[in-house]
């Protein structure tokens, strides 16, 4: 799956976590269920907090 995966690219698969919050300063934000706002799953959105 090289090119597919474990990279940034037009095409590439991808899971992501939306936030309310910077993990990269405070790893908390990870931690509490009320800072997740969306999953992405890839191209779909298969959670929202709304």
């Known amino acids: 799956m090289a090119g597919s995966i474990g ?4 095409g590439a698969h991808a899971d ?3 936030l309310e919050g910077d993990p990269t300063r405070d790893i ?3 931690a509490e ?4 706002r ?3 799953q890839g191209d779909e959105v298969v959670s ?3």
Not at 7 to 10: F, G, I, N, Q
Not at 33 to 36: A, D, F, Q, R, V
């Open 48 to 50: 929202t907090s709304a």
């Open 28 to 30: 908390g934000a990870l």
């Open 16 to 18: 992501l976590l939306v």
């Open 7 to 10: 990279t940034l690219a037009v």
């Open 33 to 36: 269920p009320k800072n997740l």
């Open 38 to 40: 969306y999953v992405v």
